[in-house]
């Protein structure tokens, strides 16, 4: 049999010094580096940076913002004078073509008070002034009422005792209008009131004036 040697196992082992860790011992933290102790301050400066990059994106954002909304209020403002444009050239377009018809509605109009506007050419009278009447044309002018400069023309003028004011006492040719555009006034004849004439005095006050002229002549009534 062959015998142990002692101690076998002990020699086997390397020695290790007395001051080594061994390779159980749990490993210790790691000094800083320089560049990990810059870290904090390479950071600080980033954000800062970021905060500036955020403020010009954020004032840029409210320029655009402000343009876009001048262009749109000037494009509201276009709009409406675009849309009062065309509906003023409409309404001359339209008074213009009114005007041309006027001397041909005033035809209709004499034909009517002379009692000629009958048959085919009454249907024709009465479907054009439909028409016209459709297209907004408005005919004013009565007897009777106050003279007005703006909306009468007077192309006769009278006196008359029995008017208070300038009348008028005969429509010539009849005015037209379109809204509150006037096309054409009235022609009319006026009267006024007569020089020195004087509105007579009502009954009542008459009869007391003759009543106190009849008591001056027989001197009053007698005293009791």
């Known amino acids: 049999m062959t015998e142990e040697t002692p101690g076998f196992d002990e020699q086997q082992q390397p020695d290790v010094p007395s001051g080594a860790p061994s390779e159980d011992a749990e490993p ?42 001048r262009l749109q209020a000037e494009f509201q403002n276009y709009r409406r004078r675009v849309e009062r444009d065309r509906a003023a050239v409409k309404e001359t377009a339209v008074a213009n073509l009114l005007t041309e018809l006027l001397p041909v509605l005033d035809d209709v109009g004499r034909a009517r008070d002379h009692g000629e506007l009958v048959g085919g050419f009454k249907s024709v009278a009465e479907s054009l002034e439909t028409t016209v009447a459709k297209l907004g044309l408005q005919q004013f002018g009565k007897e009777g009422e106050p003279f007005d400069p703006t909306i009468h023309e007077a192309l006769m003028h009278s006196y008359a005792p029995d008017v208070t004011e300038t009348t008028c006492v005969a429509i010539l040719q009849p005015g037209y209008r379109i809204g509150e555009r ?15 004439a004087q509105t007579a005095p009502p009954a009542e006050e008459s009869s007391e004036a003759q009543a106190d002229g009849d008591n001056k002549e027989s001197g009053g009534p007698e005293e009791g």
Do not use: F, K
């Open 28 to 69: 210790q933290a790691a000094a800083p580096s320089p560049e990990e102790e810059a870290a904090p301050a390479g950071d600080t400066e980033q954000n800062a940076a970021l905060v500036a990059q955020l403020d010009q994106a954020r004032t840029a954002l409210n320029e655009r913002t402000a343009d876009l909304q």
């Open 182 to 196: 006037t096309i054409r006034p009235a022609r009319v004849a006026v009267a006024e009131p007569q020089p020195g």
